[in-house]
């Protein structure tokens, strides 16, 4: 399944128990579609939101409402029904908002361009940790649920552990060479996956973050933007060079590269509330739907080929999925600043 956006798409995100899937645009549109295994998706919302472009996107409350964030500053909630505004912020942080995800089912987390982390009780609708973490754009954030450690990376090379019950940022990394760009928990909380500008990915044991314990350099040239935590064991990337990889972590592999979203960088990655479904976004301006199951088993089908050709064969035979090098500029495209509007250290302040 796929949908031309007409746009440029920042974010996706999929609906905690519905077959929908939310957009942000770059010129500031919201759109939400509703998508079934057997027909085109259906566009169920258009709105503009925001005066700049919508960086972050994610359903809060439920499904009930979509969140938003802008480099304008500010953070928006619409109704996923009518597509109003319910609630807003307008100065929610001092730099464009770059990332939000979702916490707990009432707390979120926003980062952005300034290097600043803060987190938000959307019942109490207030500020209740705030983390100047970073020296740069936040790139990408996870939590530690069990500890309630919420791990972040950044433009400026670096990864964070904020301690949210303790509020204070208790463990920060070594600057590496190159931006680090997307973060997941692996192997039961033991290891921390960052993807990098270079494509190489960084592996950092839990409690030891002052400089990773392996590089994986199989991907690069090509940028990850995106990781997807699959199972303990794999996740799915997103590349400079358009390609969806499957990945081994330790020991670490190129599974297969499991779908090709187009020859433009995959911007995105997003599973459905039930791991069916796969959402990619890249510069090509399309949503794709992609069937898991079906990426997995011919990614299996594959291996197997693979491995009997390997078998008659003494020589052995390469799977050869490198592209040629691309030229790279910074990841973070520039952002201007707030309007300059009334502060609030409300959540949202009531329409």
Not at 102 to 114: F, M, P, R, V, Y
Not at 263 to 292: C, N, T
Not at 307 to 328: H, R
């Amino acid at each position: 399944m796929e949908v031309n956006l007409g746009k440029l798409a920042f974010d996706i995100d999929f609906h905690p128990s519905e077959h929908l899937i939310s957009a942000g645009l770059i010129n500031g549109d919201l759109l939400l579609y509703r998508y079934s295994a057997d027909s085109l998706p259906q566009r169920l919302l258009e709105v503009h939101v925001h005066t700049e472009s919508c960086r972050a996107v994610r359903f809060i409350n439920n499904g009930r409402a979509i969140v938003t964030g802008s480099p304008d500053c500010s953070i928006l909630a619409t109704d996923v029904e009518t597509g109003s505004a319910i609630a807003r912020l307008e100065d929610a942080h001092g730099d464009a908002v770059n990332r939000i995800i979702n916490l707990t089912e009432s707390t979120i987390a926003s980062g952005d361009d300034g290097g600043c982390i803060k987190v938000w009780d959307t019942r109490q609708r207030s500020c209740c940790n705030t983390f100047q973490a970073h020296e740069d754009y936040i790139s990408d954030m996870t939590l530690a649920s069990d500890s309630m450690k919420l791990v972040g990376t950044s433009g400026d090379g670096t990864l964070s552990v904020c301690n949210l019950r303790r509020n204070k940022i208790q463990a920060q990394s070594e600057y590496s060479e190159d931006e680090l760009l997307s973060v997941v928990i692996m192997k039961n909380g033991r290891k921390v996956v960052c993807g990098s500008q270079s494509g190489t990915l960084l592996l950092y044991s839990w409690g030891h973050f002052n400089d990773c314990s392996d590089r994986f350099i199989d991907l690069s040239p090509n940028c990850v933007d995106a990781l997807l935590k699959l199972d303990e064991d794999r996740i799915i990337t997103g590349s400079e060079n358009g390609l969806i990889s499957l990945v081994g972590i330790l020991p670490n592999r190129i599974i297969q590269p499991i779908a090709e979203h187009s020859e433009y960088p995959v911007e995105r990655l997003a599973f459905s509330h039930d791991k069916k479904f796969l959402g990619s976004i890249a510069h090509d301006q399309m949503l794709k739907i992609w069937d898991l199951d079906d990426l997995l088993q011919d990614s299996g089908r594959t291996l197997k080929r693979q491995t009997a050709v390997e078998d008659s064969d003494s020589d052995g035979m390469d799977l050869d999925i490198n592209t040629p090098k691309s030229n790279k500029g910074t990841k973070r495209q520039s952002a201007s600043k707030g309007l300059g509007l009334n502060s609030s250290n409300d959540f949202f302040a009531d329409l």
